[in-house]
Nanobody, 124 residues
Framework: QVQLVESGGGLVQAGGSLRLSCAASGRTFNSYVMGWFRQAPGKEREFVGTISIRGASTTVADSVKGRFTVSRDNAKNTVYLQMNSLKPEDTAVYYC?????????????????WGQGTQVTVSS
């Protein structure tokens, strides 16, 4: 069982930056691929980024490529989402997720545990 708690969301102006954190409970954090997803009002939840177990590999959605970066610190059981050059269309609730698997994952069904989400609002 893994419990995930996101933090770091808030209100930011367009062009600004935020760093989201996701703290995981348990001693097996380094057995999980981690992912970030987001859900805007009236839209389906969508993939944002994912990182491998040791952090050597990452991939992000085309919509955030060059602006968002996923990283992790296994010693702290934490995964991060650094968001730069934020746009109003990035406004959403951001969720982290953990998947017990070996390869990176873009689909929600590939993840086993989810956090409660943190709100990010980007004003124009």
């Amino acid at each position: 069982q893994v419990q995930l708690v996101e933090s770091g969301g808030g209100l930011v102006q367009a062009g600004g930056s935020l760093r989201l954190s996701c703290a995981a409970s348990g001693r097996t954090f380094n057995s999980y691929v981690m992912g970030w997803f987001r859900q805007a009002p009236g839209k389906e939840r969508e993939f944002v980024g994912t990182i491998s177990i040791r952090g050597a590999s990452t991939t992000v959605a085309d919509s955030v490529k060059g602006r968002f970066t996923v990283s992790r610190d296994n010693a702290k059981n934490t995964v991060y989402l650094q968001m730069n050059s934020l746009k109003p269309e990035d406004t959403a609730v951001y969720y982290c997720a953990a998947g017990r698997r070996l390869s990176l994952a873009r689909r929600q069904a590939e993840y086993d545990y989810w956090g409660q989400g943190t709100q990010v609002t980007v004003s124009s």
